[in-house]
C-alpha cells in the first residue's frame, strides 16, 4: 500500500509557464494563472466554544486549494489527524503533479505523454533537477557530467559479495546505496545546492550499476562494467545482459522501451519513497542514507 502525501503546487516561476500552458493544453483541463493573493482566508467555527479562527487560503496553479493550518495548534491548542496525509500537503513543489483519477501525470508542467513521445530520460532528469528541458549544449554537457559517474568503487564489488545469491534485490539496493555514503562523502556539505545536485547526479549514473550488478550475482554471472560510449538505458541493458563470453548487440527496439519506462517512472510526486526521503534528509543525514531509506519503503 502507498501512501500519498501530497505536494501542494505553487504557483510556478516564469520560465516554467510554458510547460504549465502546454500541459494545460494536452490534458484538456482549465487551469487559470492565480496567486496567494487572491484568495479569502478560511474561517473555522470552533461549535463547543462559539469561537472562530481565521486561515490563511493558498491557491496553487494546479490542484486543490489548501488551508495553511501551521498556526492552528497556537490558536486553538489543537491539532489535526490524518494518518495517511490524505488531505494535507506537506510542502510546495513546482516539479510534479499528478491526478491519478484523471490520468494527469505533469513533470514541471510538462505531460508525460509529451514527454515520452518527444523526449529522452536523460532530458527528463535534466527537466526535473533545472526546471526547464536542455538545449543541445545543456544535454550534451548533462550527459557528460552523469558518465563520468557510472562506475562504482571497486571495494563494493567486494561488498556486493557478502550478500547471500538469493538475497532479495531490494535488501541488496538498499544495502548498496547506503553504502555509497562510505565512499562518495568526502568534503560533502548537503547545505551546498552544487554538492546536492553532484548527488543526484552520482546516483542516476549509479543507480543502473548497482542493479545490474545485483541481476548479475544472483544469476551467477561476473559484473559488466559500464561502457560510457553507451547511451543511458543502452548501457543499463547492456550490463544486465552481456558477458563476457560473446559480443552482445542491444536491441534498439528495446532501448526506447526501457527509456519510456524509466521517464514514466522518473518522479512520482510525494509517494512513500519520496516522504521518506524527505523526513530522513530533514535532519540532515546524509543523502546517501537517506536514498536508502526511501529504497527500503518501497519494499
Known amino acids: 500500500v502507498i501512501i500519498f502525501s501530497h505536494s501542494f503546487q505553487s504557483p510556478p516561476l516564469p520560465h516554467t509557464m510554458?510547460?504549465?500552458?502546454?500541459?494545460?493544453?494536452?490534458?484538456?483541463?482549465?487551469?487559470?494563472?492565480?496567486?496567494?493573493?487572491?484568495?479569502?482566508?478560511?474561517?473555522?467555527?470552533?461549535?463547543?466554544?462559539g469561537k472562530s479562527y481565521?486561515?490563511?487560503?493558498?491557491?496553487?496553479?494546479?490542484?486543490?486549494?489548501?488551508?495553511?493550518?501551521?498556526?492552528?495548534?497556537?490558536?486553538?491548542?489543537?491539532?489535526?489527524?490524518d494518518p495517511g496525509f490524505t488531505s494535507t500537503?506537506?510542502?510546495?513543489?513546482?516539479?510534479?503533479?499528478?491526478?491519478?483519477?484523471?490520468?494527469?501525470?505533469?513533470?514541471?508542467?510538462?505531460?508525460?505523454?509529451?514527454?515520452?513521445?518527444?523526449?529522452?530520460?536523460?532530458?527528463?532528469?535534466?527537466?526535473?533537477?533545472?526546471?526547464?528541458?536542455?538545449?543541445?549544449?545543456?544535454?550534451?554537457?548533462?550527459?557528460?557530467?552523469?558518465?563520468?559517474?557510472?562506475?562504482?568503487?571497486?571495494?563494493?564489488?567486494?561488498?556486493?559479495q557478502g550478500f547471500r545469491r538469493d538475497a532479495h534485490p531490494m535488501a541488496i539496493m538498499v544495502g548498496m546505496v547506503g553504502a555509497l555514503s562510505a565512499?562518495?562523502?568526502?568534503?560533502?556539505?548537503?547545505?551546498?545546492?552544487?554538492?546536492?545536485?553532484?548527488?543526484?547526479?552520482?546516483?542516476?549514473?549509479k543507480m543502473p550499476?548497482?542493479?545490474?550488478?545485483?541481476?548479475?550475482?544472483?544469476?551467477?554471472e561476473p559484473f559488466v562494467y559500464p561502457r560510457n560510449d553507451l547511451g543511458f538505458a543502452e548501457n543499463f541493458i547492456h550490463m544486465m545482459f552481456s558477458t563476457p563470453c560473446a559480443p552482445y548487440k542491444v536491441n534498439p527496439v528495446v532501448v526506447r522501451a526501457y527509456d519510456k519506462i524509466m521517464i514514466l517512472h522518473a518522479d512520482h510526486e510525494q509517494n512513500a519513497s519520496t516522504s521518506t526521503v524527505r523526513t530522513a534528509g530533514s535532519s540532515g543525514a546524509n543523502p546517501y542514507a537517506s536514498v536508502a531509506a526511501g529504497v527500503a519503503s518501497l519494499w
Do not use: W
Open 183 to 205: 565512499f562518495y562523502s568526502a568534503g560533502l556539505d548537503i547545505g551546498d545546492k552544487k554538492h546536492r545536485y553532484t548527488v543526484a547526479q552520482r546516483l542516476i549514473a
Open 54 to 81: 481565521s486561515m490563511p487560503r493558498m491557491v496553487g496553479t494546479i490542484g486543490p486549494d489548501v488551508i495553511d493550518i501551521r498556526k492552528l495548534y497556537g490558536q486553538t491548542g489543537y491539532f489535526t489527524y
Open 18 to 49: 510554458q510547460g504549465i500552458r502546454k500541459a494545460v493544453s494536452t490534458a484538456g483541463r482549465s487551469v487559470a494563472r492565480r496567486g496567494y493573493a487572491a484568495a479569502k482566508d478560511f474561517t473555522l467555527l470552533d461549535q463547543q466554544t
Open 209 to 220: 550499476t548497482i542493479a545490474a550488478m545485483a541481476y548479475k550475482y544472483a544469476q551467477g
Open 89 to 160: 500537503a506537506s510542502c510546495e513543489s513546482r516539479i510534479t503533479y499528478i491526478d491519478g483519477d484523471n490520468g494527469v501525470l505533469l513533470h514541471r508542467g510538462y505531460p508525460i505523454e509529451q514527454l515520452a513521445e518527444q523526449s529522452d530520460y536523460m532530458e527528463t532528469c535534466y527537466l526535473l533537477l533545472n526546471g526547464e528541458l536542455p538545449n543541445a549544449k545543456q544535454k550534451a554537457e548533462f550527459i557528460a557530467e552523469i558518465t563520468t559517474h557510472t562506475m562504482l568503487h571497486e571495494q563494493l564489488q567486494t561488498f556486493m
